[in-house]
T-cell receptor
Framework: GENVEQHPSTLSVQEGDSAVIKCTYSDSASNYFPWYKQELGKRPQLIIDIRSNVGEKKDQRIAVTLNKTAKHFSLHITETQPEDSAVYFCAAISHNAGNMLTFGGGTRLMVKP | SAVISQKPSRDICQRGTSLTIQCQVDSQVTMMFWYRQQPGQSLTLIATANQGSEATYESGFVIDKFPISRPNLTFSTLTVSNMSPEDSSIYLC????????????FGEGSRLTVL
C-alpha cells in the first residue's frame, strides 16, 4: 500500500517568513495530493490540493508543488501569520489501496509574532 | 461541502467498558470513514462503512473491537469495545464531498479518555 513520509515534524518560523513542508509517497499510481490544516482541538480541514496532471498550484499565500518523477510534493506558505500556527497533514490517494487517503505524520507549525 | 455532527464530543470512560460514537451527515453519502488520531499523531483509517454491507477494516483493526453500524445513507456509529487506556484517542468520522474530488470532510471528533 501507500506510504507517505512528512518532514519536518515541527517547524518554527518568525511571522512574515516562509514555511515549507515536504512529503514523499511510495505508490507511483497515486494521483491526488491534498493538504489538511488542523488547529488545536479542531477538525482537519482541506487548505489546498493538487492532482498529478499539474506541477504547481497556488492559492493566495499557499502553494503546493508536485514532482511525480521523484514522488514528492511540498507545501509552501509565504508571509506567515500567527493564525497559520497549526498541524499540517499531507496525504495521497493510492488506487492500489482502494482509493483511500493515506496521511503523512504531520508537521506542527509555530509562527512566532 | 458536507456538514458532519459527531457525538459525544468527549467522554471519560472506565477500563473494560464500551462506548458508541454517533456520526450524522446532512446529505446522503455512499461511504463513511472512521479515523483514529492518537495524541500528537496522524490520522489512521479504522474502517470504511457502506450502507447495507459490513464495514471494511484496515490492517490492525477488527470488528470485535470496533463494531460499526451503517443503517442508512446519513448515519453511522462506531463502538469502541472493552476499552483500555491505549484506546484513548480522538475518533473522527469523515465523508467524501458530493463532487467526489477526493476531498474529505471531517466531523469535530470524539475525544475519548480511558482511565
Amino acid at each position: 500500500g501507500e506510504n507517505v513520509e512528512q518532514h519536518p515534524s515541527t517547524l518554527s518560523v518568525q511571522e512574515g517568513d516562509s514555511a515549507v513542508i515536504k512529503c514523499t509517497y511510495s505508490d507511483s499510481a497515486s494521483n491526488y495530493f491534498p493538504w489538511y490544516k488542523q488547529e488545536l482541538g479542531k477538525r482537519p480541514q482541506l487548505i489546498i490540493d493538487i492532482r498529478s496532471n499539474v506541477g504547481e498550484k497556488k492559492d493566495q499565500r499557499i502553494a503546493v508543488t508536485l514532482n511525480k518523477t521523484a514522488k514528492h510534493f511540498s507545501l509552501h506558505i509565504t508571509e506567515t501569520q500567527p493564525e497559520d500556527s497549526a498541524v499540517y497533514f499531507c496525504a495521497a490517494i493510492s488506487h492500489n489501496a482502494g482509493n483511500m487517503l493515506t496521511f503523512g505524520g504531520g508537521t506542527r507549525l509555530m509562527v512566532k509574532p | 461541502s458536507a456538514v458532519i455532527s459527531q457525538k459525544p464530543s468527549r467522554d471519560i470512560c472506565q477500563r473494560g467498558t464500551s462506548l458508541t460514537i454517533q456520526c450524522q451527515v446532512d446529505s446522503q453519502v455512499t461511504m463513511m470513514f472512521w479515523y483514529r488520531q492518537q495524541p500528537g499523531q496522524s490520522l489512521t483509517l479504522i474502517a470504511t462503512a457502506n450502507q447495507g454491507s459490513e464495514a471494511t477494516y484496515e490492517s490492525g483493526f477488527v470488528i470485535d473491537k470496533f463494531p460499526i453500524s451503517r443503517p442508512n445513507l446519513t448515519f453511522s456509529t462506531l463502538t469502541v469495545s472493552n476499552m483500555s487506556p491505549e484506546d484513548s484517542s480522538i475518533y473522527l468520522c469523515s465523508v467524501e464531498g458530493l463532487t467526489y474530488t477526493g476531498e474529505l470532510f471531517f466531523g469535530e471528533g470524539s475525544r475519548l479518555t480511558v482511565l
